[in-house]
Structures are given as structure tokens and as C-alpha cells.
């Protein structure tokens, strides 16, 4: 059953995924040729304790970390470790807090150094296929809609839609109803409504579609050894239209890109 969230429930929202935002801002702020994984992860937990939230994340599932941290070729899930990042890796950091017994859950692909140009493109349209995702998220559409915008932005561009990991309901659970997919046709599952809470968050491959899990349970892998892309908003519906819960502007604001 899908939970259609009040004004105030909304506002709860908006705190916490502020608080992942604002780490977000911290990991940009921070993340070098040089640093670990674990560097990013335990500043991530210091921030979000200091906000008086709690890391979603950590031991969740059995997880050991606050941040998912998956660097070029893993998709999501990546468990921080002590490799140090280089010039021209993509990062993938997917965050997570409690605040109030609500949840946020946003993520960021990080460029670290001088990036190959065709790895910024891909970077650059998954962001794209979030916005075009979240601009379909409102009433009049049905939930598959904000999937095709995903599908149809990433496949014009050459690139592989993950489809077994999607978006989702978020609210005072992680993943609650309904489910998000990268992908679909138009028009088709339940009708938006005002009071919806989802995390919409496209991954997109540069090669194939299909991907690999590692052996340690977790950090799924493309299928080919290509880059992958992960952007995630928290989004609500209010009023008929999508308002975004989650912001860049502190990630820009550390890059100073704004
Ligand atoms: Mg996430
Ligand atoms: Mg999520």
C-alpha cells in the first residue's frame, strides 16, 4: 500500500533529506585524488550525527557503512574500503539519514580530477535522466511515466537502464511502495497523487544494461566493465506537481560550480 504523506509528514522529509544533502556537500567537499572510501565514510557519520540524525544506511540489511561508495564500473552498493581514489575516477556516493523517523536517501556522481570526456557525458545525461524523471512525477501521469522519461533520455544516448535496481517509496521506511523502475511504458501503474514521497534515481550504464554482483554480497558491478552513473532526488507531490525534497546546491556550492 502506497503512503500518501501529510504537509507536515512532507516537511519531516525535507529535514532529513536536508541533512543528506548537506553531507553530500562534505563528501564533495572533501573528495580528492588520494582519499579513501573510509575517509568519506566516517566524516558522512560524523555529519549526520552532528545534525542529530541517524545513518540509515549503517547496518541496515546487515550493511557496515553509512555511505554506499561506488567508483566507475559498480553501480551502487559499493562498500567503502582503504583503495585511494585517482585522477579520473567517477565516484558514486549514495547517502542515507533518519531524522524524526523520516527518511532521506539521496546520491551524487562525483568527478575526481580530469575525467575522460565520454565518461562526463554519461554523468551529465543520467543527471538529465533525473530531472526529465522527476519532472513526470505529477498528478495526471501514472508512475510508469517517470520510468519511460528515464528510459527514453538514457537509451537516445546509447546507454544501458539497470533494471534491477529501481527507485522507490520513501517515507518512515527506506523503500516503501510503490517501486520506481528506470524504465517502462507510458501510462501504465497507479496514478499519481498529491502526498506521494519517492526517491526517483536513474543508474544508467555506459555499455550494457546488465550487470554483476561482487562476491562480498553487495557491490553490484556493469556487466562489461564499463562506467556507471547513479543520481537520486527525493521527490514529493504537492499541490500536482513535483517538489524536490533533497538539493545539489551544497555539492555545487563545495565544487563552486554556483
Ligand atoms: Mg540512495
Ligand atoms: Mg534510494
Sequence with gaps: MIHYKSAEEIEKMRKAALVVSKTLGEVARLLKPGVTGLELDRIAEECIRDHGATPAFLGMYDFPNTLCISPNTEVVHGIPNKKPFKDGDIVSVDCGAILDGYFGDHAYTFEVGDVAPETRQLLKVTKECLEKGIAATRVGNRISDIGFAIQEHAEKHGYGVVRELVGHGLGTKLHEEPQIPNYGKRGRGKKIKNGLTIAIEPMI????????????????????????????HDVAVVNDEPVILSTFDYIYEALGQK
Design 205 to 232: 550504464n555506459m555499455g550494457t544494461e546488465k550487470i554483476k554482483q561482487l562476491n562480498d554480497g553487495w557491490t553490484i558491478l556493469t556487466g562489461d566493465d564499463k562506467p556507471s552513473a547513479h543520481f537520486e
